[in-house]
């Protein structure tokens, strides 16, 4: 038997967990048309996010896939370099673990750790998540009935599909709500990454911030490109940048919604 229309239909609901933030949109068929959307502070209890509300309005959807996306404020990095032991999971997982807990200690225990997938002569990228926020989002669809199709760190996801917008060696400025992610690019890989606060107007901070990275990691020389929720491009003074345009998509004006537009649009 055919599936039937409704089976092939690809409605979703996309959840972004900002820095403060919680933004959740629904999204129906192939050209992604905008049906519903959810804005809410992000509540933390013991550490966890506070999901209520927004289960409350998941039930009431249509869609039945939920894409989420991580604001770099939950996830962090490491990068491992090349060697042939990455070629080994067991191995490059317990690499990329003793990373975290050398630079974060044991708050590191409770991670759940990713890995870029393995690619002879290249480095391999780690992102961690605190694992009990992976379990409540996985309670979470199971609870709605929702089909957890994936769940990415918002910097991975701009970096996938703006890679070819980027020269070999360069800096990338991901900026979220109150969040920036610098990430230097060597011989197409990634070689470091700066995950910090952006306070606002971030606008004025973001040239000075750059400027001392790049300078800590003797990249003054490497263009700089700049990923950022915004309409109108600020003045950066004597920075010079490239800004970059993410793909259009139906139903949004990134002059009314530059935070959907950065959150959706990956």
Known sequence: MLPSFAELRPDRVVLFLGADSLLAVEQHGWQRRHAAE????????????????LAQWLGERRARRLEVRLSSAWVRFAILPWQTALSD??????????????????????????LSPFKPGSARVASA?????????RE????????????????VSLF???????????????????RL???QLQRGQWASLYNRVLPEPWERRLPSLITQASATLDALNSPVYIAAPLFQRPDLGRLSATWLRLPAQRGYDPRRDPEWALCTGV
């Open 140 to 155: 979470l669809a199971e609870q709605q009935r929702y089909r957890l199709v994936s769940m990415q760190p918002v910097l």
């Open 89 to 114: 999971e067991t191995v490059a997982q317990a690499m990329a673990q003793a990373l975290f807990a050398e630079q974060y200690g044991a708050a590191s225990a409770g991670w759940e750790v990713t």
């Open 38 to 53: 959810l804005r809410l502070p992000l509540r933390l209890q013991d550490g966890l996010p506070q999901l209520d509300l």
């Open 181 to 183: 992610a610098l990430l």
């Open 129 to 137: 998540l605190d694992g009990r926020w992976l379990a409540a989002l």
């Open 160 to 178: 996938n599909r703006l890679a070819d917008k980027l020269p070999q060696d360069a800096l990338l400025a991901v900026v979220e709500p109150r």
